[in-house]
């Protein structure tokens, strides 16, 4: 009795929370779009806390490899993962370096994350059979999805022209496309919590 109630209680506060924060990431999409006048660029709130998001899931994942050296490899791999895809929504700082540059840095922690990852052959494949039993697994599925598919078809350049005809407006694709990306990285974020954060997924005991 006493496990149920503790499951409805941090499953109920866990929601309400994840839905203040889509709301207040909405928020920011509202104010870079209303109060800065459509400013959905590389410096914009919608931006700087898409990048935010993915520091953090690296961080997350690279500090629980410290801890857990029976998760390490895999956790490594995905600490790796998340940290090209911060370096990639960077790509206007690695710019200043060299046009494009961002790629050699990426290649290079891509590379390096599977040197690490792969001297433990065994353990890495366990961990990952592990990470996609976890519970927070089908959220990160999701947040994925609408990274790496969902948004690049809907920020589409010609689904919007086509859609708008003369009355294009690129900053309205923008909105689309980084709100899209937006809810990915945040889905992963709590994917993240949830794989990290034991508290937040207590099992009811079998009877």
């Not at 909405?26 to 700087?48: P, R, Y």
């Not at 494009?100 to 890495?124: I, K, N, Y």
């Not at 689904?159 to 909105?175: A, F």
Request: aromatic share 12%.
């Amino acid at each position: 009795m006493s496990t149920d109630l503790k499951i409805i209680r941090n499953t109920t506060l866990t929601f309400l929370a994840f839905s203040a924060f889509l709301s207040a990431m909405m928020g920011l999409v509202f104010i870079d779009v209303v109060w800065m006048h459509n400013a959905l660029h590389e410096t914009s709130f919608t931006e700087i806390t898409q990048e935010l998001i993915l520091a953090v899931i690296a961080l997350l994942f690279y500090r629980r490899a410290r801890r857990l050296p029976a998760e390490r490899p895999l956790l490594l791999l995905v600490a790796g993962f998340f940290g090209c895809m911060l370096i990639r929504e960077l790509d206007f700082l690695f710019d200043l370096l060299h046009h494009g540059s961002w790629f050699w840095f990426a290649l290079t922690l891509t590379l390096v994350s599977l040197l690490l990852a792969c001297r433990q052959p065994r353990l890495l494949i366990a961990g990952l059979a592990d990470f996609m039993r976890a519970p927070g697994w089908g959220m990160m599925s999701a947040g994925m999805l609408t990274i790496l598919v969902f948004s690049r078809f809907f920020g589409m350049h010609e689904l919007w022209q086509t859609l708008m005809l003369d009355g294009y407006n690129r900053t309205v694709k923008n909105m689309a496309e980084e709100g899209s990306e937006l809810l990915g990285y945040s889905l992963c974020l709590f994917a993240t919590l949830i794989y990290v954060c034991p508290c937040l997924t207590i099992k009811r005991q079998p009877a």
